[in-house]
T-cell receptor, first 113, second 118 residues
Framework: AQSVTQLDSQVPVFEEAPVELRCNYS??????LFWYVQYPNQGLQLLLK??????LVKGINGFEAEFNKSQTSFHLRKPSVHISDTAEYFCAVSVAGFQKLVFGTGTRLLVSP | GAVVSQHPSWVICKSGTSVKIECRSLDFQATTMFWYRQFPKQSLMLMAT?????????EQGVEKDKFLINHASLTLSTLTVTSAHPEDSSFYIC??????????????FGDGTRLSIL
């Protein structure tokens, strides 16, 4: 079975500082990887996805993530965060050929002035 | 594109009431829709997978008679919480995948429904 681990439940950071949100997964087969963002009382919005090809994936709002197969990681990064980036971020994995998404427990990014 | 609308966004009702939540794909056809439940400050838990024209597939531990799912068309799935009780209070989120695309297409999420049972 697949699983996703987001080691940091909360990441505080100052505005304009860089940030990295960590995500590790476990799977014995090929997977697709996703990062979603959730603002308060809203659904999830897709930030970016890794399906195949280049291991560096660029998404919306200046975010990017790098797929590292040997470390089974898919960390999310942004070089300079804004107050508006304050939200909950979820890493998710799905097995190629299947439809279900398995989510991590989420990381709350808190950006302060 | 790929907009999913969920209605209502907030429901407050008395214990014993049945509540229906709608999930619509506005600009695409969704063969498959998913229903999730999210507790405060926790991740999303998949409740069931809804396929158009067939019975939903429920995850282990989810009562199918409690959470009725109907996927009547390629753009609409409904979740009915029957005889709701306070422990059913939660944030319910639906998602949909585009019909006819390969299996690597992402799920598109609605904005969720906050259900509060008094």
């Amino acid at each position: 079975a697949q699983s996703v681990t987001q080691l940091d439940s909360q990441v505080p950071v100052f505005e304009e500082a860089p940030v990295e949100l960590r995500c590790n997964y476990s799977s014995s087969v090929s997977v697709y990887l996703f990062w979603y963002v959730q603002y308060p009382n809203q659904g999830l919005q897709l930030l970016l996805k890794y399906l195949s090809g280049s291991t560096l994936v660029k998404g919306i709002n200046g975010f990017e993530a790098e797929f590292n197969k040997s470390q089974t990681s898919f960390h999310l990064r942004k070089p300079s965060v804004h107050i508006s980036d304050t939200a909950e971020y979820f890493c998710a994995v799905s097995v190629a050929g299947f439809q279900k998404l398995v989510f991590g427990t989420g990381t709350r990014l808190l950006v302060s002035p | 594109g790929a907009v999913v609308s969920q209605h209502p966004s907030w429901v407050i009702c008395k214990s014993g009431t049945s509540v229906k939540i709608e999930c619509r794909s506005l600009d695409f056809q969704a063969t498959t829709m998913f229903w999730y439940r999210q507790f405060p400050k926790q991740s999303l838990m998949l409740m069931a997978t809804s396929n158009e024209g067939s019975k939903a597939t429920y995850e282990q531990g989810v009562e199918k008679d409690k959470f009725l799912i109907n996927h009547a068309s390629l753009t609409l799935s409904t979740l009915t919480v029957t005889s709701a009780h306070p422990e059913d209070s939660s944030f319910y989120i639906c998602s949909a995948r585009n019909r006819g695309r390969s299996d690597n297409q992402p799920q598109h999420f609605g904005d969720g429904t906050r259900l509060s049972i008094l």
